[in-house]
C-alpha cells in the first residue's frame, strides 16, 4: 500500500494499492476486451456518457475539490476551478465526439478514394501531482471521445481524487474496463506501461529526464507518445504595458497552484524603462498573498506538493545568490515557526537582477519563485526568452501590434499569450517545442492524435 499525505500538514488522506507489472498486464489485457465494445457504441451513446459525467462531477465538486487540496495541498478555490476544468474538458470531447468521420476523393484513375478515420486501440497514461483531475481530462477526454479505452496511471503521491474521478464516469454508464487505474510507482507501474508491447499510444506529462527515459523504454514498441515535459516561460514586459495588469499577471501567473504548473511564468523580462516601478508592484501584490493550509478561508497559495520539491526549489534560489546571479527582494526561505513549519511551504519569493544563466532562470524551477531581469530591446527580450531548451509558453504584455507580431511569430514556443499567460481552452491546442515535448492536448488535434487514418481505395 502507498499512503497519501497532505502536504499542508502531512496527515494522512489516504492509502492506494501499489501496482505491480501483472496489474499493469491484466489493465490492458481486460482494455482490448472492451475496446471493440466501446469503439462499437454510437458516438452520441459515448457523447451521452461523457455529458452526464461532467454533470455528475459538477454537483459533486465541493466533496472532490476538498479531495484535491488534502491530497495535493492547492488553495480550495483552485480545487473547485480545476474539478470545473476537468469536468469541461469532458463536455468539449463530448460536443465534438464523432465528428472527425474522414475524408473522400474520386479520381477516374483510382476511383474512390476514402480515408477512413479508427481508433487506435488501447491508450495508456501516466500524469503528474500538480494538476492531476486537469490533466486526466485532457487525457482521458480525447482518448474515450475517440472510441479507445484507457490505462492511466495518477501520481502516486496525489491519486485519489482521479480514482474519484473515474468513479463518476462510471456511475455515468462508462464499463470499468473501458478506463482502468493503476496506481503506484513510476518505476514500476510507469515503466510496464511504457514498455508494453500492447499498447498503442501513451501520453506523458512531467520533467524532461523521467519523459526521455519513458520515450527510451516505449522506442522497440513503436506506440505514439505525447510528451508534455514542463516548460520555462518567458513574460515580456514591453514600456507601454499596462503596469497594474502585467504585475498582477506575474503574480497569479507564477504563485498559483504555488508556482507548480507547466506554463507557469518562470522568467520576467521587464524593459529598463519601466523595471523598478514594475518590480515594486509585483512586490506588493506579492506580499498580500496569504499563505497556509489550502483547506482554510482565504488561503491564496498552499504547500509546495512535497518537502523534496521544495528542497530542489531552495536549491536553486540559494545557488542563484551564492553565484552572484542575482539577489532576493522577498521571500527565499523555508518557514520554520507557527502552523507553517508543519508542512513543505515556501513563501513567494521575489528575485531581481537575475541572470539570464542563473539556475533559477535556467532549470524549470516548480515552486513560487519569480525571477526578474531588465532589458533594452524587444529583440533582447526575445532572445533571452528563446535561451533555454524548454519551449512551452511565453506571453508579451504590450499593446504596439508591431511588437505582438514580432513576438508572436519569433517566440520559440507551443502557445504564445498576449496581456495574459496561463490560460488553457480545452478548444485549442496545447504543448511544447524543443525539450518541452512532442505532440499536443486539447482542441481536435488531441482528438486526431488518438485516431489511426486508414485508406481504401475502390475500383467501381
Ligand atoms: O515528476 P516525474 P516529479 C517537473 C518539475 C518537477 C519535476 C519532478 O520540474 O520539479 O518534474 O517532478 C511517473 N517511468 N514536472 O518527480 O518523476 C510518476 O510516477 C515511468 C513538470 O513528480 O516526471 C508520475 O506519475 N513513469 C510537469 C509522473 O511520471 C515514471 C509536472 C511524473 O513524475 C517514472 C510534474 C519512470 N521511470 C513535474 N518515474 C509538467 N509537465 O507540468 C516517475 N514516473
Not at 103 to 122: A, E, I, T
Not at 128 to 151: C, D, H, R, S
Not at 177 to 191: A, P
Amino acid at each position: 500500500m502507498l499512503e497519501v499525505h497532505n502536504p499542508a500538514d502531512g496527515s494522512l488522506v489516504g492509502h492506494v494499492h501499489a501496482g505491480t507489472e501483472d496489474d499493469v498486464n491484466d489493465a490492458v489485457r481486460t482494455s482490448w476486451e472492451a475496446f471493440s465494445l466501446w469503439s462499437d457504441t454510437d458516438p452520441l451513446d459515448r457523447s451521452r456518457i461523457l455529458f452526464s459525467a461532467a454533470r455528475l462531477v459538477r454537483e459533486d465538486k465541493k466533496e472532490l475539490s476538498l479531495l484535491l487540496t488534502r491530497e495535493q495541498g492547492k488553495p480550495l478555490r483552485e480545487s473547485v476551478n480545476e474539478i470545473a476544468g476537468f469536468a469541461r474538458v469532458l463536455e468539449y470531447y463530448a460536443s465534438i465526439t464523432g465528428t472527425l468521420q474522414g475524408d473522400y476523393g474520386y479520381s477516374k484513375n483510382y476511383g474512390h478514394m476514402m480515408v477512413m478515420r479508427q481508433p487506435l486501440g488501447v491508450c495508456a497514461a501516466i500524469i503528474p501531482w500538480n494538476m492531476p483531475a486537469l490533466i486526466m481530462g485532457w487525457k482521458t477526454g480525447p482518448v474515450l471521445a475517440a472510441g479507445n479505452t484507457m490505462v492511466l496511471k495518477p501520481s502516486a503521491t496525489a491519486p485519489l481524487t482521479c480514482i474519484a474521478l473515474a468513479e463518476h464516469l462510471y456511475r455515468t454508464g462508462l464499463p470499468k474496463q473501458v478506463l482502468q487505474l493503476v496506481t503506484g510507482s513510476g518505476r514500476v507501474v510507469g515503466q510496464a506501461l511504457a514498455r508494453h508491447n500492447n499498447i498503442r499510444s501513451l501520453s506523458f506529462t512531467g520533467a524532461v529526464s523521467t519523459g526521455t527515459g519513458v520515450a527510451e523504454i516505449a522506442a522497440p514498441t513503436l506506440k505514439k507518445l505525447i510528451l508534455e515535459l514542463g516548460g520555462s516561460d518567458a513574460m515580456i514586459v514591453c514600456k507601454d504595458a499596462d503596469p497594474y495588469a502585467a504585475a498582477k499577471g506575474a503574480v497569479s501567473g507564477r504563485f498559483f497552484n504555488c508556482g507548480q504548473t507547466c506554463t507557469s511564468i518562470k522568467r520576467v523580462f521587464v524593459d529598463s524603462t519601466v523595471y523598478e516601478p514594475f518590480v515594486q508592484k509585483v512586490r506588493e501584490l506579492a506580499e498580500t498573498l496569504s499563505i497556509g493550509n489550502g483547506l482554510s478561508d482565504g488561503v491564496d497559495m498552499g504547500p509546495v506538493h512535497t518537502s523534496g520539491q521544495r528542497k530542489d526549489v531552495h536549491f536553486l534560489v540559494q545557488e542563484t545568490v551564492n553565484n552572484d546571479q542575482g539577489k532576493v527582494l522577498s521571500g527565499g526561505y523555508i518557514p520554520d515557526t507557527g502552523s507553517l513549519k508543519e508542512g513543505s511551504f515556501y513563501p513567494p519569493t521575489i528575485m531581481t537582477g537575475v541572470d539570464p544563466d542563473a539556475p533559477v532562470m535556467r532549470e524549470e524551477v516548480f515552486g513560487p519563485v519569480l525571477p526578474v531581469s531588465a532589458f533594452d530591446t524587444v529583440a533582447d527580450a526575445i532572445d533571452m526568452a528563446n535561451a533555454t531548451r524548454f519551449g512551452l509558453g511565453a506571453s508579451i504584455w504590450t499593446h504596439d501590434m508591431r511588437t505582438i507580431s514580432q513576438a508572436t511569430s519569433e517566440l520559440d514556443a507551443g502557445i504564445v499569450w498576449v496581456n495574459q499567460h496561463l490560460r488553457i481552452p480545452p478548444e485549442v491546442p496545447f504543448g511544447g517545442v524543443k525539450s518541452s515535448g512532442l505532440g499536443r492536448e486539447n482542441g481536435r488535434y488531441a482528438l486526431l492524435q488518438y485516431l489511426e487514418e486508414k485508406t481504401i481505395l475502390i475500383n467501381p
